[in-house]
């Protein structure tokens, strides 16, 4: 874990130098960013079927919304990493940056991680393999902004000691003005479904096209659309340092 987040540091220095040849466009950009990730195609974990429908229908709606909006798919470690990197360059003048994640998951005390594709489940090392919320969270809170991140994949535990423990005393990766919403509460898998989408892209395509409530209020029902579908077998779950009001607009 510690390799990811020091190829991490590593490639967010070298955006840091890059943004200041850049901060000549910032102007020309859109206040907010969304970054959207749809992982379904795996080499040795199962296949997904819907992340690439999630994450593209999601991003669509973003764009809908005046977002600047970039989708990346069926992305490794390695790839997402540099994804996380190059968002800072996009999000240069953002006062809003927004991250939604489809795909593998897992926790393991009270972290949760996103699976890339390249991950392997045997042959030990796991949690190296893996990119923790943490670094996430890490990379677009370089400047004070408004960060919402969605995770759209399972919290179910991972078996294996390699993990670090549980450090309640050391949130260090928490920081204010921060809105997270899984797609489920801790410990259990979030589903596929059974249509075109996931029961939780498929409650915020619904919940993006209403007007514009604040964060809080839209996660309320995005939770009840996907307490519905599942019969109460997902229950979403959020976590919010918000210090002002957050809306899911570029207006």
């Keep these: 874990m510690k390799s990811t987040i020091s190829v991490l540091l590593l490639l967010l220095h070298v955006v840091s130098l890059m943004a200041i040849s850049t901060a000549g466009i910032a102007e020309t950009r859109l206040n907010r960013v969304a970054l959207i990730i749809g992982n379904s195609n795996y080499l040795y974990f ?3 079927r819907t992340p690439n429908a999630d994450s593209s229908a999601i991003a669509g709606h973003f764009r809908k919304l005046g977002y600047q909006t970039f989708l990346l798919q069926n992305l490794t470690k390695q790839q997402l990493l540099i994804a996380l990197a190059e968002l800072q360059i996009r999000a240069v003048s953002s006062d809003q940056v927004v991250v939604y994640y489809a795909g593998h998951g897992m926790q393991q005390n009270g972290e949760s991680y996103l699976i890339p594709t390249d991950a392997q489940i045997s042959g030990g090392k796991i949690a190296a393999q893996l990119v ?6 890490r990379a677009i809170s370089d400047k004070p902004r408004q960060k919402i991140v969605f995770f759209d994949a ?3 535990r991972a078996i294996s000691s390699e993990f670090p423990p549980n450090n309640k005393n050391s949130n260090n990766w928490a920081h204010a003005g921060l809105f997270i919403f899984y797609s489920t509460q801790p ?3 979030a589903s596929d479904g059974v249509n075109f989408l996931s029961p939780f892209a498929n409650a915020m395509t619904l919940a993006l096209q209403r007007n514009p409530v604040p964060i809080e209020e839209f ?4 939770r009840l659309d996907v307490i519905r579908e599942t019969n109460g077998a997902q229950i979403p779950w959020s976590q919010s340092s918000l210090l002002r009001p957050a809306f899911l607009s570029a207006e």
């Design 46 to 48: 199962s296949n997904l």
């Design 132 to 137: 923790p919320m943490r670094v996430v969270i």
């Design 154 to 156: 399972c919290r179910d």
């Design 187 to 189: 410990g259990t898998t």
């Design 219 to 222: 996660a309320k029902r995005v």
